[in-house]
């Protein structure tokens, strides 16, 4: 049997949990997308920051990554704009979930286009190719604002929107049995025509 090297103790400089909080802390990339003209890309940056936000850069990497947001919370990137010029991105305010959507232009100006810490989850959420309508899934009815199991996608405007106006349903989620499911964002096909989403149900159903 072949004789085993000694471990140096004194060259561990940490114990084995704080190294794994350490790995733990690294820096990650989330969600990370293409511009519809293909020469940027933006994504989100988790724990280079005490809050996650916004980058973009050029997708050619002729350039330095550029930051976008400074928030106290989590700010998630959903979708670009059909433009290219902006982004449609979710504020997670005290890591409750229940994300305020806003328009991010890439000068770093954010403007509200849903309210803030709404009653129900919001998923997903896009610019439709007119520019003027918001997409997105909600767990809300829109006939009475009361919170759901089951969720609908909307199509709202993204100039009124914001709480003010009621958005107009699209399809509700659920199964042929009518058992509720869960949504899982929503995005426009390519010319704005349809809207398409994944759903789930307890027994694993998927539908869309």
Not at 58 to 64: A, E, F, K, Q
Request: charged share 25%.
């Amino acid at each position: 049997m072949r004789d085993r090297a000694p471990i140096d103790k004194g060259s561990v400089s940490m114990r084995p949990r704080s190294f794994i909080d350490a790995i733990l802390a690294l820096p990650a990339l989330g969600r990370a997308l293409l511009s519809p003209d293909g020469r940027q890309i933006a994504w989100t940056w988790y724990r280079k920051a005490p809050a996650a936000n916004i980058y973009v850069a050029p997708s050619d990497g002729s350039g330095p990554p550029r930051r976008l947001t400074e928030t106290q919370d989590d700010t998630q990137l959903l979708s670009w704009a059909p433009d290219g010029r902006s982004l449609v991105v979710a504020e997670d305010r005290g890591g409750d979930e229940r994300g305020q959507l806003f328009r991010l232009t890439l000068d770093r100006a954010m403007t509200p286009l849903t309210e803030p810490s709404p009653a129900w989850f919001p998923h997903g959420g896009e610019i439709d190719p007119s520019g003027r309508y918001l997409v997105l899934a909600g767990n809300v009815d829109p006939a009475t604002g009361r919170t759901l199991e089951a969720s609908w996608v909307f199509k709202a405007s993204a100039a009124r929107w914001r709480g003010r106006s009621s958005p107009t349903p699209m399809r509700r989620g659920s199964t042929a049995r009518g058992r509720a499911c869960s949504m899982c964002g929503a995005t426009s096909i390519p010319r704005g025509r349809r809207c398409g989403w994944s759903a789930s149900t307890a027994a694993a159903t998927a539908r869309s």
